[in-house]
Structures are given as structure tokens and as C-alpha cells.
């Protein structure tokens, strides 16, 4: 009985002491995002962005969902000393803007399309996994500074005028460009600037 009381003990002690080493360990973020990186290259995303709809098909999004490596740059500029914008702050932004920007084409996409079957579902899972490790690594909630709060509120607004067109591969040729930028550690190479906005080209 002693025994088993101090086995208990020890265990106990051992998982009180293990747990904020539990709790801080953070998981890996680049492998899922390396994952969605890989889901998103050039070739998938002309095939399932591009050819699978009608020519210039558009699909009407608010402004805000429009998040460019012009908006990276533009926003870290409204950064105060009171109410610094950081990177993370971007990231969070990216993320809702890229999940809203799958949901806008899902919606107009029929059962059975190829786009919804053999590419946007799965992409939309591997971003919902990226998400899960993303928000598990914050250790506490912090709040966004103004400029991204009113952003964020403006995407979900039920009662938003003023709607933009854009092609459904647009979406996400700007989510993979920003994600290179605002994700850098996660794609080390070539001491390449990611966020070096391109000289306008027609693609
Ligand atoms: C993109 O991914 C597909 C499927 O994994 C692969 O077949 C294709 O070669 C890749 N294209 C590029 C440019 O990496
Ligand atoms: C698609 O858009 C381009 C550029 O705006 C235009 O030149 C072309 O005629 C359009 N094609 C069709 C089939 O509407
Ligand atoms: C990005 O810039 C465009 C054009 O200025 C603007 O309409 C859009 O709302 C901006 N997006 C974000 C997320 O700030
Ligand atoms: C950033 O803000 C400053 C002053 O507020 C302005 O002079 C500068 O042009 C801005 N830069 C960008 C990239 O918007």
C-alpha cells in the first residue's frame, strides 16, 4: 500500500513537474506548411485555379480578402511604439483571409467539380491542420493592433457593400506569394527576399 501511494506520488510529481515542459514543447510549423506549400505550386494551382473554370471566370470578394506583398509592407507601416504590428499579427491575418478566400470558391462550386473533389477540399484540410499547430504554438492570446482588427472585422462583416472581382487563382497565387514572406524561416533559401514586392509583370 506504501508502495503503491508512492508510486502514486512520484507519478503525480513527475507529471506536475513534466507538464509546463508538456505545454511549452511547440510543434513543428513548417513541416505542415511545407505540406501546403507543396499542394499550392504553380502547376496545381494553374490546373485547378485556372483551367477547370469558365475564361476570365471571377468571383466577387470584399477588398480586404485582396492581401498582396504590397498590403505586408503598407500595414507593418501603420506600426506605432503604442501599438506595434507584428509579423505574427500578418500571419494571423493571412490565415483568415486565405481560409475566407477557399470557403468564397468552395461556394460556387458544384458537388461534384474536380476543383472542389481532387484539390480545394484537401487543401482546405491541410490549411485547417497548419491552423491547429499554428494557434497551439501561441502561448497566449494577444491582441491585434487596430489597423488588422478592422481588417478582420471587415472579412466577416454580414453587411458589407462594395465587393471586388477577382479569379479564383488570383486567391491563391497572392496567399502563396505572402505566405513565403511572412513564414521565412519555414522556406530558408538562397537568402531569397520573399517579400521583395515583383516589378509588375503580366503572369
Ligand atoms: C506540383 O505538385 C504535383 C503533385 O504533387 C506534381 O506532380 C508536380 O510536378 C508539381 N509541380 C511543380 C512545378 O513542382
Ligand atoms: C478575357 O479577358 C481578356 C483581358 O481582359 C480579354 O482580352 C479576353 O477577350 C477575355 N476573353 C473572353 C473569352 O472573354
Ligand atoms: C490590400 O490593398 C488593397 C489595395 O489597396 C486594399 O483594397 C485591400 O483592402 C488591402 N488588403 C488588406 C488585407 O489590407
Ligand atoms: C510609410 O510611412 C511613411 C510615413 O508615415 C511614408 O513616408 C512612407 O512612404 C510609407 N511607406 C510605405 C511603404 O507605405
Same mark, same amino acid.
Given at each position: 500500500?506504501?508502495?503503491?501511494?508512492?508510486?502514486?506520488?512520484?507519478?503525480?510529481?513527475?507529471?506536475?513537474?513534466?507538464?509546463?515542459?508538456?505545454?511549452?514543447?511547440?510543434?513543428?510549423?513548417?513541416?505542415?506548411?511545407?505540406?501546403?506549400?507543396?499542394?499550392?505550386?504553380?502547376?496545381?494551382?494553374?490546373?485547378?485555379?485556372?483551367?477547370?473554370?469558365?475564361?476570365?471566370?471571377?468571383?466577387?470578394?470584399?477588398?480586404?480578402?485582396?492581401?498582396? %506583398?504590397?498590403? !505586408?509592407? $503598407?500595414? @507593418?507601416?501603420?506600426?506605432?511604439?503604442?501599438? #506595434?504590428?507584428?509579423? =505574427?499579427? +500578418? &500571419? /494571423?491575418?493571412?490565415?483568415?483571409?486565405? %481560409?475566407?478566400? !477557399?470557403? $468564397?470558391? @468552395?461556394?460556387?462550386?458544384?458537388?461534384?467539380? #474536380?476543383?472542389?473533389? =481532387?484539390? +480545394? &477540399? /484537401?487543401?482546405?484540410?491541410?490549411?485547417?491542420?497548419?491552423?491547429?499547430?499554428?494557434?497551439?504554438?501561441?502561448?497566449?492570446?494577444?491582441?491585434?493592433?487596430?489597423?488588422?482588427?478592422?481588417?478582420?472585422?471587415?472579412?466577416?462583416?454580414?453587411?458589407?457593400?462594395?465587393?471586388?472581382?477577382?479569379?479564383?487563382?488570383?486567391?491563391?497565387?497572392?496567399?502563396?506569394?505572402?505566405?513565403?514572406?511572412?513564414?521565412?524561416?519555414?522556406?530558408?533559401?538562397?537568402?531569397?527576399?520573399?517579400?521583395?514586392?515583383?516589378?509588375?509583370?503580366?503572369?
Amino acid at each position: 500500500m506504501v508502495q503503491f501511494e508512492n508510486w502514486l506520488l512520484r507519478g503525480l510529481l513527475g507529471f506536475v513537474c513534466l507538464l509546463p515542459v508538456c505545454s511549452s514543447a511547440e510543434q513543428d510549423l513548417c513541416g505542415p506548411l511545407t505540406t501546403v506549400r507543396e499542394k499550392l505550386n504553380a502547376t496545381q494551382r494553374r490546373r485547378f485555379m485556372k483551367m477547370y473554370f469558365p475564361i476570365n471566370y471571377t468571383i466577387q470578394v470584399h477588398y480586404e480578402e485582396v492581401f498582396k %506583398l504590397r498590403n !505586408i509592407s $503598407r500595414l @507593418l507601416n501603420t506600426s506605432t511604439e503604442h501599438e #506595434p504590428v507584428l509579423v =505574427k499579427d +500578418l &500571419q /494571423d491575418l493571412w490565415l483568415s483571409v486565405t %481560409l475566407q478566400g !477557399i470557403k $468564397r470558391v @468552395l461556394r460556387v462550386l458544384p458537388d461534384r467539380h #474536380p476543383t472542389r473533389r =481532387k484539390y +480545394l &477540399q /484537401d487543401l482546405e484540410n491541410l490549411f485547417r491542420h497548419f491552423e491547429g499547430v499554428y494557434h497551439f504554438n501561441q502561448k497566449e492570446q494577444r491582441e491585434l493592433p487596430e489597423s488588422i482588427q478592422n481588417i478582420m472585422d471587415r472579412i466577416t462583416d454580414q453587411n458589407y457593400h462594395g465587393w471586388k472581382s477577382v479569379t479564383p487563382k488570383s486567391i491563391l497565387d497572392n496567399s502563396y506569394r505572402t505566405m513565403h514572406c511572412l513564414f521565412k524561416e519555414c522556406f530558408r533559401k538562397d537568402n531569397y527576399d520573399y517579400c521583395e514586392v515583383p516589378k509588375k509583370k503580366t503572369t
